[in-house]
């Protein structure tokens, strides 16, 4: 089935530090991998997302890498801060109308 | 701009009671609508989804049940609560990625 793995599943950096997490997917009809990020009590908001034809997309700290032929997609978050922390979510939109979510990472970022 | 309205915020209620859960979406039409739950310290697991009024597909068997009577409208629903119904209920809408409601936090006592 369609299915999204993803780590690690806790990362504790220390602020100024990278983090990177990755993820796997299966469906390689997926044409849309969106990153969520959800601090403690909130809702999941949007803070990137990447289409099957491009590799890499930028936004001032933070980036996402694709490579499809692996299905593979990561998150990389530069230059660290306590405000970072939060926990992250990978998906990926099936080719009908649901998106499947990673388990998430819980990113702790000390000061 | 789009927006959406979930409520209440946070609901208390004892097993075998009613439930529910209203989400409203502001600024566009024909939204794709999605109910998610998640249990403390979780991912996201889909309940239901509705690509249009009245059609609404449903993902885990359970409890719970959804409508969509009108096109900016999805409702969450549950004749009798039970203990393992609590968690945190998330409206969302889809464009190319999801906007989600503020949330409930239900605890089913």
């Known amino acids: 089935g369609e299915n999204v793995e993803q780590h690690p599943s806790t990362l504790s950096v220390q602020e100024g530090d990278s983090a990177v997490i990755k993820c796997t997917y299966s469906?390689?009809?997926?044409?849309?991998f969106p990153w969520y990020k959800q601090e403690l009590g909130k809702r999941p908001q949007l803070i990137i997302d990447i289409r099957s034809n491009v590799g890499e997309k930028k936004d001032q700290r933070i980036a996402v890498t694709l490579n499809k032929t692996a299905k593979h997609f990561s998150l990389h978050i530069t230059e660290t801060q306590p405000e970072d922390s939060a926990v992250y979510f990978c998906?990926?939109?099936?080719?009908?109308?649901?998106?499947?979510f990673g388990a998430g990472t819980r990113l702790f970022v000390k000061a | 701009s789009q927006t959406i309205h979930q409520w209440p915020a946070t609901l208390v209620q004892p097993v075998g009671s009613p439930l529910s859960l209203e989400c409203t979406v502001e600024g566009t039409s024909n939204p794709n609508l999605y109910w998610y739950r998640q249990a403390a310290g979780r991912g996201l697991q889909l309940l239901f989804y509705s690509v249009g009024i009245g059609q609404i597909s449903s993902e885990v068997p359970q409890n719970l049940s959804a409508s969509r009577p009108q096109d900016r409208q999805f409702i969450l629903s549950s004749k009798k609560l039970l203990l393992s119904d609590s968690g945190f209920y998330l409206c969302?809408?889809?464009?190319?990625?999801?906007?989600f409601g503020s949330g409930t936090r239900l605890t089913v006592v």
């Open positions: 469906d390689s009809a997926s044409n849309y």
């Open positions: 969302a809408w889809r464009q190319h990625g999801y906007t």
């Open positions: 998906a990926f939109h099936t080719g009908g109308f649901k998106t499947i």
